[in-house]
Structure formats: C-alpha cells, structure tokens
Nanobody, 124 residues
Framework: VQLQASGGGLAQTGDSLRLSCVAS????????VGWFRQAPGKEREFVAV???????IYAESVKGRFTISKDNAKNTVYLQMNSLSPEDTAVYYC???????????????????WGQGTLVTVSS
C-alpha cells in the first residue's frame, strides 16, 4: 500500500483546509485509514481514523472541528479541517492499517503504512 498525501498549506485562524490521501496498491476499502500529525518540537500524535466499516474515532483536540471521510471509488481519504488554530500547525501524515482496533488507534505501531507528510501552517 502506498499513500500520497496532499492539500497542506498556509491558513489563518478560523480557516478551513482539506487534506487528501490517495491510496494505491490495494483498495482502500480493505483497510482502515487515518491521520497523524507532528507539530514542531512535539511528538507525533493521532488525529483521526476511519475503520473499514466507516466507523470513525477522533482525538479530543480535533473532535467537532475535523472530519475524516473516505471515497472508496477514488481510493482517497480526506481530512476536512475547520476552525483551524495555530495549535493545528503540524506535518500531517496519512496512515493505513489492516489490524488497528479501537483500543490502539492512537498507537503509531498499529499502522503499517505511512504516507509522506503534508505541512499545515496556521497563522494567528
């Protein structure tokens, strides 16, 4: 599985951005997909995941502002980010997993497939 993320850029506080991640090598409907992020000087952290059955889990810090969705026909997963704040500034990584479960969604080790990051910068 190869994952290619895009859509990052510069935004202002309160703006919206949508990240995209195109998957290849295997249909995205056959595994769970999600997003992690890493802010400058901080550890990488879980953002959101969409399971094969479309059930979703979000980090508390983004709940209500971010929405993860999948278009299996396009093998693409999206992260719609609304009400952005400078705290959302980070490199965002698309991830895929055949084995992630609800209890380990926040563990990087649960995801075998990682895309390259896309940088989101939010200015105040």
């Amino acid at each position: 599985v190869q994952l290619q993320a895009s859509g990052g850029g510069l935004a202002q506080t309160g703006d919206s951005l949508r990240l995209s991640c195109v998957a290849s090598g295997r249909p995205s409907s056959t595994y769970s997909v999600g997003w992690f992020r890493q802010a400058p000087g901080k550890e990488r952290e879980f953002v959101a995941v969409s399971f094969r059955n479309a059930y979703t889990i979000y980090a508390e810090s983004v709940k209500g502002r971010f929405t993860i969705s999948k278009d299996n026909a396009k093998n693409t997963v999206y992260l719609q980010m609304n009400s952005l704040s400078p705290e959302d500034t980070a490199v965002y990584y698309c991830v895929g997993s055949s084995s992630v479960i609800r209890s380990n969604v926040a563990s990087q080790a649960a995801y075998a497939h990682w895309g390259q990051g896309t940088l989101v910068t939010v200015s105040s």
